[in-house]
């Protein structure tokens, strides 16, 4: 019987992500394990293999890609016991690998899926009231951040990594208009404009943007950044801060911790969780401590 599943995205890595994968579903089988690859071609492809195999009683679930790619294999098997997640990191960001240590070199992170440990970590979930909930890893955003997610999964930047998140940020920052934002949390309630809310589990978002720099994967909380409007200028001087985390020190930015957040807009956006769409405000999101097991270098 097999007892794991190898998920890759082919085009991630710039296309390397095939070949890794292989190299990985050999070692593993060297190894004495069995399983199989499968590719995606599609949205929601992953999500379905993913559901598929842990339904079949496999309890080992492979993701070969980006942070994409492991949002939709953790909702195929957000809901399901016992099941470890092990990671390859091939995409443009990979936060969630950065976030629990997993070597970028695919030689380790397939070493890692040999000779790792088990480790829980924080899981997010979004619950809306028109859509079905969604499990996400790392970082939701709302509003300036979320547009910039939207055109850098677009892939319509003439970069990859972390620079199309930066030409995303820079061509949305002069066309963007805050909306009403109500937000409310552990830490009260807030109302009124906002350039954006980033509520995550990890810290960073866009392949090393320290949006909330103190946050843990294993605290059962979530941090939350808000920013207040400030001129464009001013956005563009915080951009270059978000690498080491020193925005938190502006007079525009709060930061709070919060086991839920509950998000209402005017006009109602689209929230990014993880780089990926997830639902439309009013939403609620919240954590599950230990929601989701990974395997981490020993």
């Known amino acids: 019987m097999d007892d794991f599943i190898l998920i890759a995205n082919p085009i991630s890595g710039k296309g390397k992500a ?6 990985a579903c050999t070692a593993l089988t060297v190894a004495g394990h069995n399983g199989e690859m499968r590719l995606t071609t599609d949205t929601g492809d992953a999500t379905r293999f993913a559901q598929e195999a842990v339904s079949s009683g496999i309890r080992r679930v492979i993701a070969c ?7 939709e294999i953790v909702n195929g098997i957000a809901t399901v016991p016992d099941v470890s997640l092990g990671i390859i990191p091939c995409g443009r960001g990979n936060d969630l690998a950065t976030a629990v240590g997993i070597p970028r070199k695919p030689q380790h992170a397939i070493e890692t899926l040999l000779t790792g440990e088990i480790k829980h970590i924080d899981l997010g979930r979004v619950r809306s009231e028109k859509d079905s909930e969604h499990y996400f890893t790392t970082i939701t955003t709302c509003g300036y951040d979320t547009e910039v997610s939207r055109r850098a999964a677009a892939r319509t930047t003439p970069f990859s990594g972390t620079a199309s998140y930066v030409y995303a940020a820079v061509a ?3 066309k963007y208009e805050c909306p009403f934002v109500r937000i409310e949390g552990d830490f009260g309630t807030h109302e009124g404009q906002l350039l954006l809310a980033a509520t995550g589990s990890t810290k960073s978002y866009g392949g090393g943007f320290k949006i909330v720099p103190n946050a843990h994967f294993d605290d059962g909380l979530f941090d939350v950044c808000l920013i207040h409007p400030v001129s464009s200028f001013t956005v ?4 270059v801060t978000l690498f080491w985390g020193g925005h938190v020190s502006h007079p525009a930015v709060e930061i709070h911790q919060t086991r839920s957040l509950k998000i209402e ?3 109602p956006v689209m929230l990014y969780a993880d780089g990926e769409p997830m639902c439309e405000t009013p939403a609620t999101i919240e954590i599950i401590k230990h929601g989701l097991t990974v395997l981490v270098p020993s």
């Not at 563009?236 to 951009?239: E, G, H, K, P």
């Open 18 to 23: 095939k070949t890794v994968a292989e190299q």
């Open 65 to 71: 890609g980006g942070d994409g790619t492991l949002h």
């Open 172 to 174: 949305t920052l002069f």
């Open 236 to 239: 563009l001087r915080l951009m």
């Open 265 to 267: 807009t005017d006009p």
